[in-house]
């Protein structure tokens, strides 16, 4: 087995406050393979971003990771000093924000940004660093690249923005992209021509992706696999086709049915899922997704489930195991199973 | 869920009763020159910015007219106008037969404004954070001196709570105790408070979860079906526009270039814009689907291309196009502004 670009075992993100201390991330494992691109979903407050800061080691005072390990390519990043850390940014793992505007210096000129990045990065000459910013430039597609080197921040549009910031990232030819929410300020016609370009030059340098968005639509059209949040815990972790078809979560199922979309029938009432995700310091005792769970049962209320394979998916819910949960009640896994929930053989005989 | 039974035929509604909103050749003009005596000193002359451009649509009772377009197209000023928060620089806004912005109908205009209600897109800056949710409520009934009692206001309160969704007793919390959510639910009762017949809901979920999204977008329309209500509904998501609305009108660079019942412009869109924005919105059926991406992006609408404000990123754009403004052709029972459907 080769070994994954990144690899997050049981990451615990804590933030301590007046009031105690709240765990905003809370027994996360995940993997992204070489050249994979994994989708980070979640609401507002699940913990997609903390994940991603986490892993660059730039989390908020006062959050720091409390446990767990992470590994980039089999060294482990969490426990290296500030300055080891700061050589693996930018050269291993490159950074996309969500707003392109407050990422650039707006007093430098976009060649000078770019030539600054490539030469802490790499050992170059100032013309052999200006030539290879040129080439990023026009490989982000920029016209007239040559001309623009010396453009200021202001005079791009927003689309154009996000194009220099990408080719700052990818000028040290990291290992690993994480992307938070890279499209979110940009309008659809052009959210599609940065995802479409995020996606191809990646691909072309074999360099992994995080995709952080709240966005099912891009996670769907970008990603290998996605990784769904919850109050910031794993409800499931799939391939991107296998989580939109047939979600194996309850918290999945009701995210996919209550998402509008440009099939189906535009008068049927949107599935809603009742109440709003819980905060931080008020996550419920057991399952925190169960107060909203359409097929809880008593030990979903006091016992928190593990993550176990369910269909081509892993999903953090006990009707996938009948082993760490015997007494779900029969008329709810009956339920599941008809709401296409794929249950394990033996709960599957229990009911038949 | 009773999905069933709130389920109905949103188009059936259609042609049923009159209109109740009418724009006529609406424009506005934002002037963004430097002051007078710098232009003097420094040179250079006025610079202005045509946010919209001779627009016309009707809105009839009991509808939802949904305006969609990305940042700059002007469906925010629109609004502005229809509800009284901005004058047009030309055209005239016409709610229930009175001019919104003709001295003559001030009378009547004066009557209608109870009618008219907004709910605005941010549920965190819409509601002021030093009053509790019972007085946010009670406002717009204090304000049109709907109801004189104290107790019975109290008691109306309570009612528009449970109608949102809420605990009566909510009136009593300050809105920073709710979740997103929760406070936009606030909102619409805010804007139920006064008994509006029209309100203008400006992207009411964009700042919400997609979950917490479907319950907002599911209650407005349970709200519309029980009270009579007619929406103009303002979204860049077409996703979202597709559940809610009856028709659409699309926006790009201030200007009206397709309008038609929402579900022909879904299943058959004509306007090459309209086609590029349906391909372009990243969709969950389309997993695993590769598509080609449009070049471009919007230009700056203070100085946009002549003639057809779409024609450089157009792919049937033909000579005329760089030259001559579109008129509105009738397509079916859309209204295209493009040149393509002029020997039609």
Known sequence: ????????????????????????????????????????????????????????GLLEPPGRVAGGEIRLAGERIDNLSPDQMRRVRGRRIGMIFQDPLTSLNPLYRIGDQLVETILTHERLSTKAARAKGIKLLEEVGIPAAEARFSAYPHQFSGGMRQRVVIALALCADPELVIADEPTTALDVSVQAQIIALLKRLCADRGASVMLITHDMGVIAETADRVCVLYAGRLAEIGPVRA?????????????????????????????????????????????????????????????????????????????????????????????????????????????? | MSAGAMQKDRSAQEGTKGPLVEIEGLRRVFDLSRPWLNRMIEGGGRVTLTA??????????????????????????????????????????????????????????????????MIFQDPFASLNPRWRVRAIIEEPIKAFGLIPDGRDRIERVG?????????????????????????????????????????????????LDVSVQAQVLNLLRDLQDRLGLTYLFISHNLAVVRHVATRVGVLYLGRLVEEAPARELFSSPQHPYTKMLLDAVPDIEMAGVERQAIAGEIPNPVNPPPGCHFHPRCPQAMAHCARDIPPVHLVGSARVRCHLFADR
């Not at chain 2, 609004?79 to 003709?102: E, F, R, T, Y």
């Not at chain 2, 449970?162 to 805010?190: C, N, T, Y």
Request: aromatic share 4%.
């Open chain 1, 1 to 56: 087995m080769t070994t994954p670009t990144l690899s997050v075992r049981n990451l615990r993100v804590e933030i301590p406050t007046r009031r105690g201390v709240l765990t905003a991330i809370d027994d996360l494992s995940f993997d992204i393979a070489p050249g994979e691109v994994l989708g980070m979903v979640g609401e507002s407050g699940a913990g997609k971003s903390i994940t991603g800061s986490a892993i660059i």
């Open chain 1, 243 to 352: 989580v939109v078809k047939h979600p194996q979560h309850p918290y999945t199922k009701g995210l996919m049915a209550a998402i509008p979309t440009l099939v189906g029938d535009p008068d049927a009432t949107l599935a809603q899922i009742p109440g709003s995700m819980p905060r931080l310091g008020a996550i419920p005792a057991g399952c925190a997704f169960n107060p909203r769970c359409d097929y809880a049962f008593e030990t979903c209320r006091t016992k928190r489930p593990g993550i176990y394979g369910a269909g081509t998916s892993d999903a953090s819910c006990f009707l996938h195991s009948p082993a760490d949960a015997p007494s779900a009640p029969a008329e709810v896994l009956r339920a599941a199973d008809r709401s296409g929930i794929v249950l394990a053989s033996e709960a599957k005989e229990t009911i038949t």
């Open chain 2, 52 to 117: 919209v451009d001779s627009v016309d649509f009707t809105i009839r009772e009991g509808e939802t007219y949904a305006l969609v377009g990305e940042s700059g197209s002007g469906k925010s000023t629109i609004a502005k106008m229809m509800v009284g928060l901005l004058p047009p620089s030309a055209g005239s806004v016409k709610i229930g037969g009175a001019d919104m912005w003709n001295a003559r109908d001030a009378g009547a205009i004066r009557a209608m404004r109870r009618q008219i209600q």
């Open chain 2, 159 to 207: 009612e528009l709570l449970s109608l949102v969704g809420l605990d009566p007793r909510d009136g009593q919390k300050f809105p920073h105790e709710f979740s997103g959510g929760q406070r936009q639910r606030i909102a619409i009762a805010r804007a139920l408070a006064s008994n509006p017949r029209f309100i203008v809901c400006d992207e009411p979920t964009s700042a």
